[in-house]
């Protein structure tokens, strides 16, 4: 069983930035894709950025774009979120994600959150 654990969210102000780490620990983990997703009070969770996990090209959502990088080091297990320029909108729970194979359709490991709040 793959477990993820996230750290490194906070409450930080508007133009600030944050550091988000997905740890992977269990099997050996080699997924396809990992994924930042965040969900905010009474939203729907949203994928934010996506990573091949062997390389390639990576996957943003247009209100983050040239403000978040995600980032990996596969021998640690882990990939970050570099969250820069933050804006209050950005405040939400944000949940590390891993998906197996790309012909699965649900991402299949989740970490438990981390609250990010950037107040104004």
């Known amino acids: 069983q793959v477990q993820l654990v996230e750290s490194g969210g906070g409450l930080v102000q508007a133009g600030g930035s944050l550091r988000l780490s997905c740890a992977a620990s269990?099997?050996?983990?080699?997924?396809?894709?990992m994924g930042w997703f965040r969900q905010a009070p009474g939203k729907e969770r949203e994928l934010v950025v996506r990573i091949r996990y062997s390389g390639g090209p990576t996957y943003y959502t247009d209100s983050v774009k040239g403000r978040f990088t995600i980032s990996r080091d596969n021998a640690k297990n882990t990939v970050y979120l570099q969250m820069d320029s933050l804006k209050p909108e950005d405040t939400a729970v944000y949940y590390c994600?891993?998906?197996?194979?790309?012909?699965?359709?649900?991402?299949?490991?989740w970490g438990q959150g981390t609250q990010v709040t950037v107040s104004s």
């Open positions: 994600a891993a998906k197996s194979t790309l012909a699965r359709p649900n991402y299949d490991y």
């Open positions: 269990g099997r050996t983990f080699s997924p396809y894709y």
